[in-house]
């Protein structure tokens, strides 16, 4: 009767899984980063129409500090363009002054049913 299983099947196996696990990690990384910037977009992004400003962002980058299985911390940033018309015109006219700045969050999330909510903003 031959062998079923050889040195080489094995390390074989142990080498595919391995791979496998940490090719599962990134992408849950990049997911739970995705989530973040959509979370920083919607933070730093917001409208005053009866002082006629208004703002929207762009995350550019997010980091991952700190990962457990019911929490993470992630850092994001990216820019913030604020604007306001000119004195009369609407928020819809081209002629609005802006200014952009850079922006940054910690964010602290946690786990809830399987699904990353944030808990926990630091300017």
Sequence with gaps: MDKIFSWKVLVSFCAVFIVTWIALQAVSNMRLESEAQMIGN????????????????EMLEASI???SDNDA?????GKQI???????ESLDNASSRSETVDCSAVLTLYKQS?????GRVEL
């Design 82 to 88: 604020i604007s306001s018309p000119e004195d009369g």
């Design 114 to 118: 399987g699904r990353w909510v944030l």
């Design 73 to 77: 911390v992630i850092k994001i940033s």
């Design 42 to 57: 919607a933070i730093f992004s917001w409208n005053w129409p009866d002082e006629n400003w208004q703002s929207r962002a």
């Design 65 to 67: 500090l700190r990962k």
